[in-house]
């Protein structure tokens, strides 16, 4: 188990179940959040921890047993209460803009940014012909970046500008778990997640039934809030769902948010079997959460490939290589796991991950819809459904130097 007390530890640790906090393996001591100092690449740099007494720890007692995972589930429906529960929108103004005719403006721009028609650059995909109409019609699964807008907001546009919504009747959005350990998937309990341009409604329904399976369990609001892989796809969704049945939240198709935790692939095949029949029906669309490679010391996270030789991983004291430069190599990296992406085959996602230890933070999410994408495919037969094309490939800067570090975001489609 990884510690995520900070971004720099990379030791193992205990996740307290009810508090979330953490005690890291080599300090032995339990610490808790407090403040938090965001960057909007990739996520939180440094947080602000204060330590806990043993005695707080010690008496940390458990939520109401209807949510205690070392008792028997009750009914889903039991749990889910009819108070209103919003989901603010707690990165905006810091990732995103906060300003409901700004944020507009800048999705409207990176939108019509989109060539048309759209070419695929997958080591796959990118063989084929350009596509001709945008949204693809049957697009309904898309991989799209979550970094800060101001970063990876032109390339998601890409994707949602492929996503087909036409049909949509049910939109789910799967994203990774950055902050709380979990080794499934969590459910919001929250009635609407709002954006500054529009509250999207949550399917309470499809919720309850969801968790009534042993791999999920209900995140926290304070949990929910915390993660942004989720909240930063909401102004997309909102804008493109509003486009097509109205600038109203009331009209606009409800949300199913599932936060995929350090699942196994067995969990994601498990996780895979309950999602396929929702990807099987047209009225359901699919938003997958994603950045790919995060390269650099402080991702600890070195790895080049050479001209020549074997794969190693760089160290602090080592010469910045050339051939190629290192930019070109995170490329190639992240070019490989695309195609493993496109191959759809959830097992050779799997292995192109474990070869390569490429930080693509979304791997377990992707690796979940591909387990669902080939158990639809195993009930229709055909073998193409649900394969991936990517069309967008982006870093936030050109490494060149051992010191220096990016993130890669990708944009992807899959007909269904």
Known sequence: MICYSSLDCRSSTVVCKWCCAVRCCETRSWR??????SNAISGPQTLSLRSLPASRHLHCYPPPTSINPSLPKTPAIAIMSSDHIIRHASHAGSWYSDSKSQ????????LAAVDHPVSCIGPQSSQEEELSHVPVPSARVIIAPHAGYSYSGPAAAWAYKSWDVSKAERVFLLGPSHHYYLSKAALSKCTQYATPIGNLNIDRQTTAKLYASAHFEWMSQSVDEEEHSLEMHLPYIYKMLAKHFGDNPAALPPLVPIMVGNTSASTERALGQILAPYLADPANVFVVSSDFAHWGLRFRYTYY???TGSALSLS??????QSPPIHESIKAV???????????SHSKWLSTLEDTGNTVCGRHPIGVIMAAIEEVRKDSGEQHTGQFKFIRYERSSEVKRIGDSSVSYASAFAVI
């Open 32 to 37: 808790a959040y407090t403040t938090r100092q």
């Open 103 to 110: 944020l507009n403006s800048q999705l409207d721009a990176w």
């Open 305 to 307: 490939r050479p001209s």
């Open 316 to 321: 602090s004291s080592a010469k910045s290589p």
């Open 334 to 344: 992240d070019f490989e796991c695309m195609g493993a992406c496109e191959s759809g």
